[in-house]
């Protein structure tokens, strides 16, 4: 176990921005994460739970609590259920499943950050997500004390979603997660922009690495990567819309997507349409190569992003009358923010 003091969030987050957090605490065992939930709760303060901060912003004012971190590695095998340690890189998850043939992942391949954050946002690319994979997760139930496993019915996935990150937002600390995965292949079509990536390149192998290897070459292309770009990737949801709402949106010209996982309208299409892609308000840059990113090229602070955000979510209200919502989470005291909000009416 790792205890270090004022660690700038900014060294913590891919998007780089953040004031200090008073502790944080690499955990290495069970018994280490009940110390640490324990060494907060003696001393007062709320706790986060990080991973490889690449869905997380944090705030200028910086966290006065404590971090937890799970850096507890590895990945074994038993009867087709592969079981990832949360401290474990999540690509590394991907990368082992397509060595061993597996299916059920390979379009997941470099979604950066670590294992025991996939399934609190439900990660998800190119038609696949982790919750059609999902069995269990070993967790510790910060509310109770206790370790248990929670399964798939329990975290109540949907699309960008889990109790996770909804009505039990930093409850659960997960240990670990397990994945059923198949042998086999995908099944053709492919998401749109792997088919068009097949036909430019000629491709004819469908195995699992094979597509891991197409969905790393396109994500290349258009996704910053963390280690040298910050960012927080998709800012922005996409936007779900039923059978119903077509005709309307249609009429408005805005395209529709079908697929397996819904209707939607491409929020980074809305972006571009509203002229927003490439351009640069307060050292945030709109990604020409994908709109939903935002890049920190030269921000300093939160309030920065934040402004730029409301920029661009009016921007495109006014345009289109669809409202964007934040993807990515906001790293604060949720008993704070829960008494501000009372405060406020
Ligand atoms: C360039 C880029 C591209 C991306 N592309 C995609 C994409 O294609 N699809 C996609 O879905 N996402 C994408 N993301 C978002 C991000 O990679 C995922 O959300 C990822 O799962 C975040 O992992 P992390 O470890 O960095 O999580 P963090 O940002 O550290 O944490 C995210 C949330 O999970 C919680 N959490 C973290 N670890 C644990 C744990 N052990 N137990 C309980 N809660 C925990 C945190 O409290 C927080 O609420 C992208 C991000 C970037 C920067």
Not at 133 to 159: I, R
Not at 199 to 207: A, S
Not at 288 to 308: G, P, Q, R
Request: charged share 20%; glycine share 8%.
């Amino acid at each position: 176990m790792k205890i270090s003091e004022n660690v700038p969030l900014s060294t913590l987050t891919t998007m780089r921005l953040g004031g200090p957090a008073r502790y944080v605490i690499e955990v290495e065992s069970n018994s280490d994460i009940e110390y640490a939930y324990n060494f907060a709760k003696s001393r007062a303060l709320p706790t986060f739970i990080i991973g490889g901060g690449a869905n997380t912003l944090a705030h200028d004012e910086g966290f006065n609590g404590v971090i937890i971190k799970n850096a507890m590695q590895g990945i074994t095998e038993e009867e087709g259920v592969i079981t990832a340690m949360g401290g474990t890189e999540w690509d590394a998850v991907v990368e082992y499943a397509c060595k061993h043939e597996y299916t059920g992942i390979e379009a997941l391949s470099k979604i950066p950050g670590l294992a025991g954050a996939a399934p609190v946002q439900n990660i998800g690319a190119y038609g696949q997500d982790i919750s059609k994979v999902f069995v269990s997760a070993s967790v510790y139930d910060s509310a109770t004390g206790e370790f248990k496993t929670m399964s798939k019915d329990d975290f109540k996935f949907s699309y960008r979603k889990s109790v996770m990150n909804t009505t039990e937002k930093n409850r659960y600390f997960v240990i670990s997660i397990s994945l059923k995965l198949t042998t086999g292949r995908m099944e053709r079509p492919f998401y749109n922009s792997i088919e068009k990536y097949i036909f430019d390149h000629n491709e004819t192998v469908f195995t699992p690495m094979n597509v891991r290897k197409m969905v790393s070459a396109i994500r290349a292309e258009k996704l910053p990567d963390p280690k040298t770009t910050p960012s927080a990737g998709s800012f922005f949801k996409n936007i779900y819309i039923t059978e119903e709402e077509t005709f309307a949106v249609t009429q408005k010209g805005i395209p529709i997507h079908r697929g397996n996982d819904g209707i939607k309208i491409n929020s980074g299409w809305l972006i571009e349409q509203a002229g927003l892609a490439g351009q640069v308000y307060n050292g945030i840059r709109v990604s020409d190569k994908a709109a939903l990113v935002l890049i920190n090229e030269s921000a300093k602070s939160f309030s920065d992003l934040a402004a730029t955000r409301d920029f661009i979510i009016t921007t495109v209200f006014n345009k289109f009358g669809y409202r964007l919502e934040q993807e990515p989470i906001e790293l604060v005291d949720q008993g704070q923010k829960i008494a501000d909000l009372l405060s406020n009416g």
